[in-house]
């Protein structure tokens, strides 16, 4: 939870500073690249990190960096590939988005690296190490985005930002004494389409969905709404770092309680996602009612008002999501893969009609409200699946239990 922090406030403190130094319209700009670099990122942890995590957390050393070798070299494709891809549609499309676009397309080669690392080291139980290097990217991120706030570019934010990343990896090759096998990528993905294709599709649809919110938003309201919307949630997202970092251990907690005491399942995940809910509305309700707005100014400049005018949508948005935690970390414990994508799918296809539903009646502010009754829906259908999912679990344990009708009275062998 203490890398998750480190990552997440890291991200958190570019995109104040962005805010501060851009205009509105700039800023809707960054903020498409910024959701268009989550997509890159889950695309990238579904074919390459996730399966590393499951299947190399517990095996010996020389097996684990010839996987972690493997993976990262899958990460760096993907990452290269896709730079390419946004890269050459910033050039196309030109203008501040275009320019962001380039910028992203730089950065994600040494964005997608790094992140990879930070997966090795958690397979390898070594989260120290997994922190040690998210704070050397902290450490060059601070002198990057102060030299890159005196001319304040969109093409400079990227940069600098994808120079920290790039730092971070470097110093991960370091850690591990390796290098990344770019030549083992379609030997990687072979052996791991069982997994790395499902992982890919629940992750990228999550993110996806924020990323044709976004898209859609700019579309119908213009950039300035995609800023504004992107001003609320970064309100958010020192609380968001809690929500990612008790996402990260509430999978194995539901095992173990799987394990000892099945019938408490359900509880346990609705405590989790009941008592992040709480602490969101807590939070939320600190921003509306204790935030001076001289404060607000001071960290979003002119992006304060219109972005504090969606505080209450948001945070109804992030205690439904809240839930969405606890019901998933129930159904992966349970091993029901097919009703967690189920609800994934579901649940973004919400989101998204949600949104944008919401941009066509009132702008941002609509969409913010928009999201609220779509995630509150994602929320409904992620517990009907957790509750069908336990009671088929059920079923399936008092069968095994129970003697077959045709073997009664025949004598055991």
């Given amino acids: 939870m203490a890398d998750q922090a480190v990552s997440s406030l890291t991200n958190f403190a570019v995109g104040i500073v962005v805010a501060r130094s851009l205009g509105l319209a700039e800023f809707g700009a960054f903020s498409l690249a910024w959701v268009t670099y989550g997509v890159v990122l889950n695309l990238s942890r579904g074919l390459a990190t996730d399966p590393l995590v499951v299947r190399f957390s517990a095996v010996a050393a020389g097996r684990w960096r010839a996987a972690v070798s493997r993976s990262s070299g899958t990460a760096l494709v993907l990452g290269l590939v896709t730079g390419v891809g946004c890269a050459g ?12 676009f380039v910028g992203l397309g730089l950065a994600l080669p040494a964005v997608a690296l790094q992140d990879c690392w930070r997966f090795a080291f958690f397979a390898a139980g070594q989260p120290r190490r997994a922190m040690t290097n998210d704070l050397v990217r902290a450490a060059a991120l601070v002198p990057a985005m102060f030299v890159v706030a005196e001319s304040a570019s969109i093409v400079g934010f990227m940069l600098a930002w994808g120079l920290s990343a790039a730092v971070a990896a470097g110093f991960g090759c370091l850690q591990l004494r390796l ?30 969905a924020a990323q044709l ?20 949630e970064l309100l958010l997202g020192p609380f968001l770092t809690v929500l990612m970092g008790l996402s990260q251990v509430a999978v194995p907690e539901a095992a173990r309680v799987l394990q000892r005491s099945p019938h408490r399942l359900s509880a346990f995940c609705l405590l989790l996602g009941g008592a992040q809910a709480v602490a969101a509305l807590l939070w939320g309700l600190g921003l509306l009612l204790l935030l001076p707005d001289e404060i607000g100014e001071h960290l ?17 948005a992030v205690m439904n999501a809240s839930f969405f935690t606890g019901a998933a970390a129930g159904l992966r414990a349970l091993g029901a893969a097919r009703r967690s994508l189920r609800a994934q799918l579901l649940a973004s296809a919400g989101y998204v009609i949600g949104g944008l539903a919401g941009a066509a009646v009132a702008g941002a502010l609509g969409s913010a409200w928009g999201v609220a009754l779509g995630t509150a829906f994602g ?18 344990t008092v069968s095994a239990q129970s003697p077959s009708v045709e073997n009664e009275g025949t004598p055991a062998p």
Avoid: C, K
């Fill in 89 to 100: 549609i910033g050039l196309v499309v030109g203008g501040p988005i275009g320019a962001a």
């Fill in 179 to 208: 290098l990344p096998s770019v030549g083992a990528v379609r030997g990687w993905l072979r052996e791991q389409r069982d997994l790395g294709l499902r992982y890919m599709i629940e992750n990228v649809s999550s993110s996806g």
């Fill in 213 to 232: 919110r976004m898209y859609g938003l700019g579309a119908i309201a213009g950039l300035a709404a995609v800023g504004t919307v992107r001003g609320a």
């Fill in 300 to 316: 979003l400049h002119a992006l304060w008002l219109p972005a504090s005018a969606l505080i209450l949508p948001a945070t109804l």
């Fill in 379 to 396: 929320a409904t259908v992620w517990w009907f699946q957790l509750r069908a999912g336990i009671a088929e679990r059920t079923a399936t």
